[in-house]
């Protein structure tokens, strides 16, 4: 059985910077895509990074592109979020999902192509 399991939220000022931290277990994911994805209040949950486990191959939201690094650790079955330059505007809630097919390319950025998903992780940054 996939488990997914954030940490690293919690609250920041503006500017700052977090690393969120996903700790997969249950399967091999050489194979699969990682993602995180987050929901703001009222909002609908959106794509913010995904990563190829074997290729390392990145895909990232146009808001968080160069301020936000989604990495992968092997040896600790972990996937990382790096957020630098917060701003308020990115406060929500932050999903890791990992996808069983190993999609590529824009099928990355697509919150149905997910099978498994963590209990999500606050992120609020204040101004």
């Known amino acids: 059985q996939v488990q997914l399991v954030e940490s690293g939220g919690g609250l920041v000022q503006a500017g700052g910077s977090l690393r969120l931290s996903c700790a997969a277990s249950?399967?091999?994911?050489?194979?699969?895509?990682m993602g995180w994805f987050r929901q703001a209040p009222g909002k609908e949950r959106e794509f913010v990074a995904a990563?190829?486990?074997?290729?390392?191959?990145?895909v990232y939201a146009d808001l968080v592109k160069g301020r936000f690094t989604i990495s992968r650790d092997s040896a600790k079955n972990t996937v990382y979020l790096q957020m630098n330059s917060l701003k308020p505007e990115d406060t929500a809630v932050y999903y890791c999902?990992?996808?069983?097919?190993?999609?590529?390319?824009?099928?990355?950025?697509?919150?149905?192509?997910?099978?498994?998903w963590g209990q999500g992780n606050q992120v609020t940054v204040s101004s």
């Open positions: 999902a990992a996808d069983r097919s190993g999609g590529v390319g824009k099928v990355m950025t697509k919150l149905a192509n997910y099978d498994y």
């Open positions: 990563i190829r486990w074997s290729a390392g191959s990145t």
């Open positions: 249950g399967r091999t994911f050489s194979t699969y895509t």
